[in-house]
């Protein structure tokens, strides 16, 4: 069983950055790969970021790729989402997951999802 919550959410102008933080409760944290989604009111779920056990391997949505950047402390069981250049259609609630499977982009392999965090970036 992974607890994870996440925290660093907030309001931030067009431009500016934020960092996310999702902490794992768990002695097999380490095993998991982590993915970090959003949802849009409205709007279906969807792909962020996700980071293999080993850190070794990073996968990034179109929509982020260059400006997000995932990263994993194994050692203090934490994933983070760093958040650069936000767009006003970068405001969702973040979820970060994990999962032991390869398909890390789909939302439908996470075994394990935390409660979210409102990102809102104002334009």
């Known amino acids: 069983q992974v607890y994870l919550v996440e925290s660093g959410g907030g309001l931030v102008q067009a431009g500016g950055s934020l960092r996310l933080s999702c902490a794992a409760s768990?002695?097999?944290?380490?095993?998991?790969?982590m993915g970090w989604f959003r949802q849009a009111p409205g709007k279906e779920r969807e792909f962020v970021a996700a980071i293999s056990w080993s850190t070794s391997n990073t996968y990034y949505a179109d929509s982020v790729k260059g400006r997000f950047t995932i990263s994993r402390d194994n050692a203090w069981n934490t994933v983070y989402l760093q958040m650069n250049s936000l767009k006003p259609e970068d405001t969702a609630v973040y979820y970060c997951?994990?999962?032991?499977?390869?398909?890390?982009?789909?939302?439908?392999?996470?075994?394990?999802w935390g409660q979210g965090t409102q990102v809102t970036v104002s334009s």
């Open positions: 768990g002695r097999t944290f380490s095993s998991y790969a």
């Open positions: 997951a994990a999962t032991y499977s390869d398909y890390v982009h789909s939302l439908h392999e996470y075994d394990y």
